[in-house]
């Protein structure tokens, strides 16, 4: 079963635009949410994450919005640029286990 | 400072034959992962260790068999390779302190004819 759900698949957007990256989880023991940037031929890296006691988060471009009564969260890409294309996985973890449950990933194309 | 390094990053098998993946971490981190990547699969859990001398199974561990060495080295084993088991193969380990934080490897793939 998919207990991190992903969507969409693919993504294209021009320079400067705002790419939104959909995800939904079902376990409500998850108690921390990371999104994950992956370059081809790379592993990939932590890009923000937030927990569900605060409903937005920001790190610089890059927002985390969080529905906790949904069971919902999204990650924003302000003024998008060609250097962010990439794979985008979103994730979720129960403190207890350290476990990370990823979505199945967004592939993202900023065009110049 | 090295982080996770993965060996080998290319490898082609037939099917049946048996090889082993190893991964070294130099973070001194407690816990490590393995996880395999496919095309619309995403990330998937094969087996991970919480500390040294523990491993446990996660989402698909069936065909696999790990090992935790030492607090620095987790190798996963495929003892007969199938050719279900073509994907790209992470090692990942991170820190109780800060679950879900998990660090990455470059990733291995493998190919099974």
């Known amino acids: 079963q998919q207990q991190v759900k992903q969507s969409p698949q693919s993504l294209i957007v021009q320079k400067g635009g705002i790419p939104i990256i959909n995800c939904a989880y079902e376990?409500?023991?998850?108690?921390?949410f990371p999104w994950y940037q992956q370059f081809p031929g790379k592993g990939p890296a932590l890009l923000i994450a937030i927990r569900p006691d605060v409903s937005e988060k920001k790190e610089g471009r890059f927002t985390i919005s969080f529905n906790k009564s949904a069971k919902q969260f999204s990650l924003h890409i302000m003024d998008s640029q060609p250097g962010d294309s990439a794979t985008y996985f979103c994730a979720a973890s129960s403190g207890g286990y350290q476990k990370v449950t990823f979505g199945t990933g967004t592939k993202l194309q900023v065009i110049p | 400072n090295a982080g996770v390094t993965q060996t080998p990053k290319f490898q082609v098998l037939k099917t049946g034959q048996s090889m082993t993946l190893q991964c070294a971490q130099d973070?001194?981190?407690?816990?490590m992962y393995w996880y395999r990547q496919d095309p619309g699969m995403g990330l998937r859990l094969i087996y991970y260790?919480?500390?040294?001398?523990?491993?446990d199974k996660g989402e698909v561990p069936n065909g696999y068999n790990v090992s935790r060495l030492n607090k620095r080295e987790f190798s996963l084993r495929l003892e007969s390779a199938a050719p279900s088991q073509t994907s790209v193969y992470f090692c990942?380990?991170?820190?109780?302190?800060?679950?879900?934080?998990?660090?990455f490897g470059e990733g291995s793939r493998l190919t099974v004819l």
């Open positions: 260790s919480a500390s040294e001398g523990t491993t």
């Open positions: 990942a380990s991170s820190e109780p302190t800060r679950p879900g934080e998990l660090f």
């Open positions: 376990n409500t023991a998850f108690d921390y």
């Open positions: 973070m001194n981190h407690n816990s």
